[in-house]
């Protein structure tokens, strides 16, 4: 501990100010993942794309993702997801179905996405500033503007 007892008995403390605490090394909580994560392989994008909801199967949404290129992976070839194939021997958790897909296509669909987006937003904008009128614009200008005087007005004593 600080402290130190003197010679006339009395405590002698550091200053509050000196005393150091280590952190404790704190953590954050989080929840582990109801769905196993393959292993990153070298070109390949995986997805997990549901098959059924509630018993029901979603055909429209496989089919979409098999036309997006998104394919099944094989069970035999994940071992480390240690999960048993479905009846095709495709990895099956859940109602979903993990598939892959080549990095180049991800990122060309990322791509066509983003600029996308990017008109959409150009035309947003495009359409709010025609809708601006000179005498009432939409954006003003907030600039303050300060003078020094001598606060008397005009007029010096």
Known sequence: M???ISRDG???RKPRTLQTREREARTQYVPASTLPTPE???GLRHRWVAISLLG???STNVSKRMREHWEPVKAEDYPELMLEGDK???VEVQGLLLCAQPEELAESRNKHFA???QAQ???VDNAFLRQ???RMPLFSDNRSTSTRGNGFGSGSK
């Open 115 to 117: 600029n996308h987006a």
């Open 88 to 90: 095709n021997g495709n």
């Open 40 to 42: 990153p392989r070298d």
């Open 2 to 4: 600080s402290e130190r």
């Open 56 to 58: 029901q199967p979603l």
């Open 10 to 12: 009395a405590q002698e």
């Open 132 to 134: 601006s009128d000179p």
């Open 121 to 123: 937003a150009e035309s």
